[in-house]
Nanobody
Framework: VQFVASGGGLVQPGGSLRLSCSTS?????FAWYRQAPGKQRELVAT???????NYANFVRGRFTITRDNAKTTMYLQMNSLKVDATGVYYC????????WGQGTHVTVSP
């Protein structure tokens, strides 16, 4: 199984980005993680096989995680972005596999 994240970029505070994640498929729940500069990787959002979602408190109400019915593509819609959202975003499963890939860089800056 591999997870490939894309869609990052530079955006101003208050802006939006939509991240995508391609995978060969997994029977497990999917998740988005992020690693801010100088900090440990943290869980952002999760989605189960039946579509149940959960969010970290710091993104709840602003980010939305979805996945397609084939369970090979996952998305993270990020709205009302704040500067502290800057970091590398990774997609993976729960429990995560050891290959995190390159992730996708998100920079929120005026």
């Amino acid at each position: 199984v591999q997870f490939v994240a894309s869609g990052g970029g530079l955006v101003q505070p208050g802006g939006s980005l939509r991240l995508s994640c391609s995978t060969s498929g997994s029977l497990f729940s999917f998740a988005w993680y992020r690693q801010a500069p100088g900090k440990q990787r943290e869980l952002v959002a999760t989605i189960t096989n039946n579509g149940a979602t959960n969010y970290a408190n710091f993104v709840r109400g602003r980010f939305t995680i979805t996945r397609d019915n084939a369970k090979t593509t996952m998305y993270l819609q990020m709205n009302s972005l704040k500067v502290d959202a800057t970091g590398v975003y990774y997609c993976n499963q729960i429990p995560p596999i050891s290959d995190w890939g390159q992730g996708t860089h998100v920079t929120v800056s005026p």
